[in-house]
């Protein structure tokens, strides 16, 4: 595809994408690396070359990469997200909420985006937030314990107990299904816990 139109921006993206597939890192750069060059259009590139380079394990150009995404188009979604999970990382919690609020914000169905953003805005005690950022999850992935967990201890938070036990209780019943019993009995506890003080 790429000998046939050498120019074009998106084969190059797709053979990137492609590459990435396979977890051809190397191979995948080197594409869309080519991408940049022929597109007008960067910000989707960098994200995606930011995305190898966190997978390769170097924040540093992950973080110039993204910088490079945000200054092609500062409302790039993913851009932000990505921005805010590496902040995250680092262990800059503040401007990692920043980031992922502009990133909702921007898409309101970046799933992963909310969750992250939903447990700092647990952090912060901001529980209606994190149940609307948490509502998002669940229905996105019905599957995942995780974002039921969550959910209930949003609404826990917001003083909804019955439906804060039923989303706990429903968490617990998605670890046992997994075959995860450090979760399952996480659950199990706090729902034991909650139950004492009601």
Same mark, same amino acid.
């Given at each position: 595809? *790429?000998?046939?139109?050498p120019g074009?921006a998106?084969a190059?993206e797709a053979?990137?994408?492609l590459?990435?597939?396979?977890?051809?890192?190397?191979?995948?750069?080197?594409?869309?690396r080519?991408?940049?060059? $022929?597109?007008?259009?960067k910000?989707?590139l960098?994200v995606?070359?930011?995305n190898?380079?966190m997978?390769?394990?170097?924040?540093?150009?992950?973080r110039?990469?993204?910088?490079?995404?945000?200054?092609?188009?500062?409302r790039?979604a993913r851009?932000?997200n990505?921005?805010?999970?590496l902040?995250f990382?680092e262990?800059?919690?503040?401007?990692?909420?920043?980031?992922?609020?502009?990133?909702v914000?921007l898409?309101?169905?970046?799933?992963?985006?909310h969750?992250?953003l939903?447990q700092?805005?647990?952090e912060?005690?901001?529980?209606?937030?994190a149940?609307?950022?948490?509502?998002k999850?669940?229905?996105a992935?019905p599957?995942e314990p995780?974002?039921?967990y969550?959910?209930?201890l949003?609404l826990?938070?917001?003083g909804?107990?019955?439906q $804060?036990l039923?989303?706990i209780?429903?968490a617990? *019943?998605?670890y046992e299904?997994?075959?995860?019993?450090?979760? $399952?009995?996480? $659950?199990?506890?706090?729902?034991?816990?909650w139950?004492?003080?009601?």
């Open positions: 595809m *790429v000998r046939v139109i074009n998106q190059y053979l990137g994408n590459y990435i597939q396979q977890e051809n890192y190397d191979q995948a750069l080197v594409y869309l080519r991408g940049l060059q $022929a597109s007008s259009d910000s989707n960098y995606n070359i930011a190898i380079q997978l390769q394990d170097d924040p540093e150009s992950a110039a990469s993204l910088e490079q995404a945000l200054r092609a188009d500062d790039n851009a932000q990505q921005m805010g999970y902040l990382q262990g800059d919690r503040d401007a990692a909420y920043e980031y992922l609020l502009r990133s914000r898409d309101p169905d970046l799933i992963s985006a969750a992250l939903g700092l805005l647990l912060r005690e901001l529980y209606l937030q149940v609307l950022s948490y509502r999850v669940t229905e992935r599957n995780a974002g039921f969550n959910l209930g949003a826990w938070g917001q909804l107990h019955a $804060a039923s989303n209780e429903l617990r *019943v998605l299904r997994q075959g995860d019993t450090t979760g $399952a009995e996480r $659950a199990t506890e706090l729902i034991n816990f139950s004492a003080q009601r």
